[in-house]
């Protein structure tokens, strides 16, 4: 069975940086695509960033461009999200998520994923 284990987030001042980590396991091969959602308290969970491997391809919510980058190492078969400049509407819960097979694309769209991690909390105050 598919696993994702997000790690790497806390409280930060604006200005900070976090870089957010997620573990694959229980297939032998990386997922296709992969992506970073977040929900804060009394909102939709939204997409962030998304990567696939095979393509090299990125993409970005506009909110985050040029502020966050979304990278993978395919051999410790782990995602990364690099956060910049972070403001106080970053805070969040932060999901990985990932699929396999298919068409390689990247999607900022919860329902084009069909394995989703836990969450790690980020917090940023002004």
């Known amino acids: 069975q598919v696993q994702l284990v997000e790690s790497g987030g806390g409280s930060v001042q604006a200005g900070d940086s976090l870089r957010l980590s997620c573990a694959a396991s229980g297939y032998p091969y990386m997922p296709s695509c992969l992506g970073w959602f977040r929900q804060a308290p009394g909102k939709e969970r939204e997409g962030v960033a998304s990567?696939?491997?095979?393509?090299?391809?990125?993409s970005y919510t506009d909110s985050v461009k040029g502020r966050f980058t979304i990278s993978q190492d395919n051999a410790k078969k782990m995602l990364f999200l690099q956060m910049n400049s972070l403001k106080p509407d970053d805070s969040a819960m932060y999901y990985c998520a990932a699929r396999y097979g298919g068409v390689q694309y990247t999607s900022l769209h919860r329902g084009t994923y069909s394995y989703w991690g836990q969450g790690t909390q980020v917090t940023v105050s002004s």
């Open positions: 990567i696939c491997g095979g393509t090299g391809a990125t």
